[in-house]
């Protein structure tokens, strides 16, 4: 199904474009704690954004309180990775970000509504690969993990949606084409060669 596609009843799969590398799901498996790590500094930094539109375009009660929302609960899974990883005996860090989000904003515009509009689309990018990785990588981790990972995926699902649903109703367009163009961008980054590894990076190089 093309990114262009109407998402309602289809949710995150049919924004995504191609299917993750099964190179990509080869490595995350044997290198849990880069996984780990990555993934909950990929929690903070979804919060992190989600406040900072909500603080950006604050006179919007509905996208307000819908990000507020889905600020909370990104940060519950910010403490539910790090809980993992101290159980695990992982040094906790910071690690620097894979080109992925970059990658998706080098394309939003500049202009409002679409600048707006754009952001919420990137974020409904990286809600929608995140959920496809953690249907991938449920029945591959061990128990404890792929149960955690298996629980989250609703989580990502639901918040791809509404980020959808909010880019739909603030644009003085259909978006179907924007769709597209993040579609083929996301593509590209998760399908090509990646020096640093990561939960929404692409292919491992070494």
Same mark, same amino acid.
């Given at each position: ?5 109407? *998402? ?86 910071? *690690? ?111």
């Amino acid at each position: 199904m093309s990114a262009a596609a109407s *998402v309602a009843g289809e949710g995150w799969r049919s924004l995504l474009a191609c299917p993750t590398p099964a190179a990509w799901v080869s490595h995350a498996r044997v290198h849990i704690e880069a996984l780990l790590l990555d993934h909950a500094n990929c929690e903070k930094k979804a919060a992190s954004t989600a406040v900072s539109l909500l603080f950006r375009y604050s006179e919007d009660d509905v996208l307000v309180q819908r990000l507020s929302r889905l600020a909370r609960e990104e940060l519950r899974h910010f403490e539910q990775v790090r809980a993992l990883i101290v159980r695990r005996g992982i040094g906790f860090r910071r *690690v620097p970000p894979t080109r992925y989000a970059g990658g998706l904003h080098r394309i939003v515009r500049n202009r409002e509504p679409g600048r707006l509009v754009d952001l919420l689309i990137a974020g409904a990018f990286i809600e929608a690969r995140s959920a496809e990785r953690f249907a991938l990588l449920t029945p591959v981790l061990d128990a404890e993990l792929g149960a955690f990972y298996g629980g989250l995926l609703a989580a990502e699902a639901r918040h791809c949606d509404a980020y959808v649903a909010l880019a739909r109703a603030r644009s003085d367009a259909p978006i179907d084409a924007r769709l597209q163009a993040f579609a083929a961008a996301e593509a590209e980054l998760v399908t090509q060669p990646d020096r640093r590894f990561g939960f929404h990076s692409g292919v491992p190089s070494t």
